[in-house]
């Protein structure tokens, strides 16, 4: 089979020396380990702060803290800051 004029024939020659990366080695893949254990760092935090808000009634917590992804840092302000205390009358200025 000829070879095929102009541009429809670059994809056969071989490069053997490609471009270096553009970040030079500088951004790297975090190790897997890290990635775990953030993962169950927050699914640990989100799992109580969903519990604890549907069983204060505080419903409308319930999806943004399932659908933000924070590394725990939404569910622990929720659990710091806006969670009805015991003494609370019920009124919530979210709900």
Known sequence: MPALPGP???PA????????????G??????RSLI?????WDTT????????AVRNGQR???MPLLIVNS?????????????RQD?????DAGD
Do not use: E, H, T
Request: glycine share 8%; aromatic share 12%; net charge positive.
């Open 60 to 62: 409308r917590w319930v």
């Open 13 to 24: 020659r071989r490069i053997d020396n490609p471009a270096p990366p553009l970040d030079n």
């Open 45 to 52: 935090w989100k799992a109580i702060a969903v519990w604890k």
């Open 26 to 31: 500088a951004m790297k893949r975090p190790p």
């Open 8 to 10: 429809l024939n670059w």
């Open 71 to 83: 590394a725990g840092l939404l569910p622990i302000a929720y659990l710091a800051f806006f969670q």
């Open 36 to 40: 775990g254990i953030l993962a169950l």
């Open 87 to 91: 003494g609370d009358d019920g009124d």
